[in-house]
């Protein structure tokens, strides 16, 4: 059965921060990995990633993925209280489905 | 962000009755998926279609059907609510044309309160 695995569950830092998030996947058939942001609606896209070792970046977030030891880390720089959110990690199978993890609930304290 | 539009987005319903989200999108994107979202599981997929007719479960299908009649129009029916089924319900769709990967997008979700 395919699966996404997210830690922290839960995290609180304070502003100025940087937080690393993680994102490790056991799937069948591998064609990328989503990362998205959920604050208090539906979750907004930030990355997509499909081969290993390539940052991507977007301002203070930056991500990237490992497809030899399946995992994907998501990083934020010099947090701020607009970047609490749960953080939604995804990985597409080919299956014309998208296989979530649990999310990452991020806090960030003034 | 592919215009995807629920409704209804809040709806408080009585256990035993049939209750019907509607997801409508103008973007012509082949997939749609309904997704549950609960406190400790995350996204779990409902159902999803791949095309107008064509439709499969997914890992939480249980309690639920679907319905795709037109491309930008998928529908969810609960066919008798139970208090289990109090969740967000979530509508997304894909191109499903990336060689290399696509991307999933979502509609604002529908607040479902089955008591």
């Known amino acids: 059965e395919d699966k996404v695995v997210q830690s922290p569950l839960s995290l609180v830092v304070h502003e100025g921060d940087t937080v690393t998030l993680n994102c490790s996947y056991e799937?069948?058939?591998?064609?990328?990995l989503l990362w998205y942001k959920q604050e208090k609606k539906a979750p907004t896209f930030l990355f997509m990633l499909?081969?290993?070792?390539i940052e991507k970046k977007s301002g203070r977030l930056s991500s990237i993925l490992d497809k030899k030891e399946l995992f994907s880390i998501l990083n934020i720089t010099a947090t701020q209280t607009g970047d609490s959110a749960i953080y939604l990690c995804?990985?597409?199978?080919?299956?014309?489905?998208?296989?979530f993890g649990p999310g990452t609930r991020l806090s960030v304290l003034p | 962000d592919a215009g995807i539009t629920q409704s209804p987005r809040h709806k408080v319903t009585e256990t035993g009755t049939p209750v019907t989200l509607r997801c409508h999108q103008t973007?012509?994107?082949?997939?749609m998926y309904w997704y549950r979202q609960d406190p400790g599981h995350g996204l779990r997929l409902i159902h999803y279609?791949?095309?107008?007719?064509?439709?499969d479960k997914g890992e939480v299908s249980d309690g639920y059907s679907v319905s795709r009649s037109k491309t930008e129009d998928f529908l969810l029916t609960l066919e008798s609510a139970t208090s289990s089924q109090t969740s967000v319900y979530f509508c997304?769709?894909?191109?499903?044309?990336?060689?290399?990967?696509?991307?999933?997008?979502f509609g604002e979700g529908s607040w479902l309160t089955v008591v």
């Open positions: 997304a769709t894909s191109g499903g044309q990336g060689v290399r990967g696509n991307t999933i997008y």
């Open positions: 799937v069948t058939n591998f064609r990328s």
């Open positions: 499909t081969s290993s070792g």
């Open positions: 995804a990985v597409d199978n080919y299956g014309q489905n998208f296989v």
């Open positions: 973007e012509n994107h082949r997939y």
């Open positions: 279609s791949y095309g107008v007719k064509d439709t």
